[in-house]
Structure formats: C-alpha cells, structure tokens
C-alpha cells in the first residue's frame, strides 16, 4: 500500500489527481473549489485495492463544518441511515462544544475522482486512551458509513480491511478502535466495513416491511382478536372526550411536546428500573438542535395523540428515504390506565406511514417487548473493539469482557428482573430528593397537519 501523506504540495497533488472538473463551474469557479479543498484535506493516503480493482484515495478532513458541501451532496444519492445525516450529526456537534473540531475525523473515499463513501469518525480521550469512534455514536442507534450502493454491493472484506489500514494512517495516534452499534446489513448486503474484534451488540434492532395496502398489512400482524381488543380501548377514549392524532409543526408546541415525551419515557424507564438512554443530556439537546431546523428540511417528525387537547401519548421519529424511524415513543400513565394510549398512537404511525408508500418501519435499537410484537425483521448490531497499543489491548479486552457480561445478564431473567428491582427502588429514593418539574401545558392547534408524514430533502 502506497502512501501520499506528509507535505502540503504532495496533499496538493494527491488533491488535483483525485478530484475531477466540477460539474457546471467555470475554470476559476474550479480553481477556487479546488483551492477549498486543499485548505481543508489535512492528510491523503492511497489505499491498493487487494483485487487488483482501482485504488482508493482517502481525504482526511478534521471539522465537520468544513465537509459540509461535499457530505450534503453525496447524502442525496448515497444509502445511509438517519444517523449519518449531516443534519443529525451536526445538531449532535452543536451540544458538544466542549470538544474541539480537530477531533473529527471526516474521511472520504474517492476511485478514480468519483467520491464512494464518508467515514464520519471521531478520536476521543478516554481513560488515558485515545479511541477512534463513530461520529455522534452516543446518541446513535446505527453507526455506520454512507456509501454509494454500487460500490457497497462490490466491495470484499479484504478490501474493507485495507481502507480501515489506511484510516489509521491518515489519522494517527490511535490506541483503539471502539466502532459500536454497527449494522450486520446495509441495505441488505453484508456490511464488510465491520472487521476485526467483532462481536454482536447488546441488543438488535426490529423493522417492519410495510409491503401492501394497510389493511392487510395490520390483519397479517395483528389478530382478530388482537384488533378487536385495541378497537374498543380506543372507543373507549373516544367516550371519554375528543380523540385526536396529528403531527406537531409549531415550533413552540414542538420544544414543549419534545420536553414532555422525553420526560415521561424518563419516568417510565426509572419505575421499571430499565436502562435510561432518554436522560442522556446529549441526546436531549440533539433532538432540540435539529428541531430548529426549518420546515421542509427537518428529518425529525413529532406526532401526539390528544384527548380533549390534553396530549396523552406522544412520538418522536425520523423521516429519511422510505423509512419511518421511531426514535422515542412514551405516554401519560395517568390517563386511562388501561387504554393502551401508547399503541394506539404507535398503530396511528403504522397506518399513516404505509398509506404514505414508505417502505419500512423502523423500531431502531433495543430489545423491548412491543417491538418484538410489532416487527417481520431483525437486524443484527456488531461492535469491533480492538487495540493497535498495548494500552489500547488492554482497553479491547476490558470492553469485550464487560460486553459478555451485559449480554449474559439479559439472558438471565431471575437476574435481570433483581437488577431492575434495585435500580427501581434506586431511582425511588433518589426521586425523593429531586423537585419536581414543572408542567407546561401542550394545547391542541387546530392548524396542525392532522395526517402528514411531510417530505424532507436530503
């Protein structure tokens, strides 16, 4: 493997033998564009492809702002998930200012000028440990590249071995790899970027093909006993008062439902004495950040279901592509106990999804019964950890061991019914301590979009 790092003039160089014309600029629209990306690429590396195939070029950029164009572009036509939308990623960025922008590792793979995939990654201190990571990994139930489909479709493990080769070269100072959550299939092919150290995640991810009209496709999930059952508890909240379900658009009215689903599933997860990735402060200020995000360029959806104006369940999802991802769902257990508010919005969803021709719905990651009850697909998870320092050793097999634990304690019933019990009665005790927030009140909007999924460019 030949490599084409360490002066500016060979970057410079490697630059103008990787990047073609642009399409529709003119010579000094060109020279400017070319002049940007030199200023920009801190390291290039080419990477021989072990099957004789053309070389890869990597173009390493170290601020996420500075990939901005190229990665909006290249999202359009490449298969990615809703993780590894620029939007996404920066509103997780924007509520990490702590971290400074060298720390981004924005990799870019070129053959033969035409750009093949984005490698969003991040190097992170932790213990002492330098670690290359997933961009945004934390708030993220998939992580993983965008990737031209074509490319993905021929590409080898070996070859895969050969371009993370050339990722640790053009980035430097690793200890290890820590690349979680990462899908056994993108878009149906076998992901050949999870290599080396790999082991299943603690838990898969569920999905729902929604093939056909929505009638049959809820008689083929749901029994007819199943349906009559959530027919009359939702009657029954109609005899209790005005039955609503609509999306939320009004910025006002979203920041306040987004505050009150988040709070609920926090409460809900605390009483069951579940792991709580609601509570994250990361997470919360991702969602809140790509909120803002104008109308018609938002892939974040808020759908409530109201009683007499009053919200009583509530979604927060991602609209990409075909997919309809369900990132955060939670109700009020105060209202009609019983009434199972929560699936009837969830079936809500469902419908308006399939009649708007998505093709999948995606429950993301997580083990919980309902998915299990509602999916036709699981989607395997793998995390590579692996060490290039004896440090970075150590910390792979620190990781894998704690790994196993976890998987083997969700084996155990009896054990994981004890450790939720403690962490139930954890969570009590430590609510005695804490004030109790306030309730904003989320009224009805009749100008709301009552049934639109919205459109979203990419």
Known sequence: MGSSQGSSSTISDQIDRTLPAFSGFSARENWHAREFWKNNVSKAVRVVDPEST????????????????????????????????????KSWCQGKASDSPSDHKIVLGYVDGSLKFILPLIVDRSFGINRLSWLASEVNDYNCPLVEFEFLSGMTEKLAGKIWEGVTRIVGDIDVFHLTGQPEFLSNVANPFVVRGAAPSSCGSHLLSLDGDWDSLYRQMRSSKSRSRLRQKENKLKRAGKLQFRSVSAQAERDLTIDRILRWKIDQLEVKGDRNPSSSAALKQTIKNISNIEAGNNPLRVYGLYLDAKLVAGIIALVGGRTFSLFVTSYDPKILPG??????????????????????????AGDETYKRHWCNQTLGLKDSIFGLTASGRYYASVSHLILEYKKSLKSNARAMALLRKLNSLKNQAASLWEPVPEEHPVDDHPSSSSQQIGQSTS
Do not use: M
């Open 54 to 89: 053309p070389d890869i070029d990597l173009l390493l950029i170290s601020n996420l702002s500075d990939a901005e164009v190229i990665w909006t572009q290249f999202q359009r036509s490449a298969w990615h998930t809703p993780f590894q939308d620029y939007r996404w990623v």
């Open 339 to 364: 009434c199972s508010t929560g699936t009837v919005l969830l079936t809500k969803t469902l419908e308006l999804a399939t009649r708007a021709g998505l093709e999948t719905y995606d429950f993301l």
